[in-house]
């Protein structure tokens, strides 16, 4: 097992270890995903948030043996990133590595942040209170993403906690975080496309693009058009693969 701590947690090590150890045995479910499971663990007044990613096929497990980081190894260390560049995301702890010749399985642990909302919220609930303002907030955390070069190729309505801070002013913070590239400078088209995955509602998308516009220094009309052709591109693509995945997969 290879292991790497956050320092500020060193002390407790053996507890956390204890916790992979008996990851399926102690802690409460909080995510039981097809590809990935959550555990929650109490360990000297911390919740420790521990993610299982699902044990990859064989091809995968030697890629991430000799060729590219695992999943885990990635969110401890985009998460350093985010947070060196003042960019929200829970607090990393460690991450695990279980190597049989090559990776068998790995774990990401960080502290559990309890939010008062996701983005997802503002895309089913356009009552939501502070709706317009929250939206815009976001924008502006997404636009500061952009401008430090970071691309969250997860950048979806359920990867952003969001925690109110006083009146009128609210945090955001980025979860799922082993897909993202790292830029001198993002394109504008980048940018959009990297936004489209969001929502296809029209009234996020235009309150979006009205933000965007500001802070880049484009005409509303340019964005809003880019946003919705980027959008709709994005959701042709979705329903295609499922079309494929269904059409592949009818004999299950």
């Not at 394109?187 to 996020?204: A, D, F, M």
């Amino acid at each position: 097992m290879h292991e790497v701590y956050n320092p500020k947690f060193l002390y407790q090590k053996e507890a956390i270890k204890d916790c992979i150890a008996n990851f399926e045995a102690k802690g409460i479910l909080f995510v039981d995903g097809k590809r990935n499971k959550i555990r929650l663990f109490e360990i000297e007044g911390i919740t420790l948030n521990v993610k299982s990613f699902k044990i990859p096929n064989f091809v995968n497990q030697v890629a991430y043996k000799f060729f590219r980081r695992s999943k885990a190894r990635r969110s401890f260390e985009f998460a350093n990133i985010l947070l060196e560049k003042g960019i929200g995301t829970p607090q990393p702890i460690a991450y695990f590595e279980n190597f049989k010749n090559v990776l068998y399985d790995s774990y990401y642990i960080s502290e559990q942040l309890e939010a008062d909302l996701t983005f997802r919220e503002l895309t089913t609930d356009l009552n939501y209170p502070d709706h317009e303002m929250i939206l815009r907030q976001f924008t502006q955390f997404s636009f500061n993403l952009h401008e430090n070069g970071i691309e969250f190729l997860d950048h979806t309505p359920g990867n952003t906690l969001i925690k109110k801070r006083t009146e009128g002013k609210y945090d955001f913070f980025l979860v799922d975080l082993n897909r993202m590239q790292f830029h001198k400078s993002m394109t504008l088209k980048q940018r959009i496309v990297n936004l489209s995955k969001l929502t296809p509602k029209r009234e996020l998308v235009e309150v979006m693009s009205d933000e965007y516009a500001k802070l880049y220094g484009k005409p509303y009309e340019e964005i809003l058009e880019m946003m919705i052709a980027e959008t709709e591109s994005f959701r042709n693509r979705f329903y295609r693969k499922k079309r494929i995945k269904k059409r592949l997969l009818f004999w299950k």
